[in-house]
């Protein structure tokens, strides 16, 4: 099974950007996103398709049906820029997505 | 706050073992809702899961090679992948899976820093 994210996305500042993850039915299986910025380790933005973690604002918001799950972040902010990655189950595995370099300028 | 620490050996030479250990601090690895998994990420590459504690399940193509136990008496839990080449050469993290629910609705919720294990002889 495999999880398609599109290699990169820009966005201007304030602007909503959208990063998209496409998998066959992958609306009958239940998405995650983590944000990865440079340096650093994974931190989990969504989960459960559009559920927030404590502590993660509300301009990240998430969505999947059909053939694709949509991570939104609304009003991007510079600190905003990092890769991200898309994970769902498939027959008891975990997959990630490829990632998404989304940059803010 | 939860905490996870991953440490072992930065070089290990091909064919050998790679051994690491990830300490949890500020919780107990002993509770029934949560699984303690490894996931490892090239040098500038995506993320690939390795596996999870009390699953047979693991990538498909690291299963042969790739032992996940956890030591509740010491906290931690650790990862051994044998017969190691060039090709896992990476950062290794290691990570929480919040379990209390269906596989399908688990995720990974708190991750430790990442250490570089480079396989070179």
């Known amino acids: 099974y495999e999880l398609t994210q599109p290699p990169s996305v820009s966005v201007s500042p304030g602007q909503a950007a959208t990063i998209t993850c496409s998998g066959d039915?992958?609306?009958?299986?239940?998405v995650c996103w983590y944000q990865q910025r440079p340096g650093q380790s994974p931190l989990l933005v969504i989960y459960?398709?559009?559920k927030r973690p404590s502590g993660i604002p509300e301009r990240f918001s998430g969505s999947n049906s059909g053939n694709t799950a949509t991570l939104t972040i609304s009003e991007t902010q510079t600190m905003d820029e990092a890769d991200y990655y898309c994970?769902?189950?498939?027959?008891?595995?975990?997959?990630f997505g490829g990632g998404t370099r989304l940059t803010v300028l | 706050q939860l905490q996870l620490q991953e440490s072992g050996p930065g070089l290990v030479k091909p064919s050998e073992t790679l051994s690491l250990t990830c300490t949890v601090s500020?919780?107990?690895?002993?509770?029934?809702?949560?699984?303690w998994g490894w996931t490892r990420q090239p040098p500038g590459k995506g993320l690939e899961w390795i596996g999870y504690?009390?699953?047979?399940f693991y990538n498909p193509s690291l299963q042969s090679r790739v032992t996940i136990s956890v030591d509740t008496s010491k906290n931690q839990f650790s990862l051994k992948l044998n017969s190691v080449t060039v090709a896992d050469t990476a950062i290794y993290y290691c990570?929480?899976?919040?379990?209390?629910?269906?596989?399908?609705?688990?995720?990974?919720?708190?991750w430790g820093q990442g250490t570089l294990v480079t396989v070179s002889s």
């Open positions: 500020g919780g107990s690895i002993s509770s029934n809702n949560y699984f």
């Open positions: 039915q992958l609306g009958d299986k239940f």
């Open positions: 459960q398709d559009r």
């Open positions: 994970q769902a189950w498939d027959s008891n595995t975990v997959i």
């Open positions: 990570a929480r899976l919040v379990g209390r629910e269906l596989v399908p609705r688990r995720y990974f919720d708190y």
């Open positions: 504690s009390g699953s047979t």
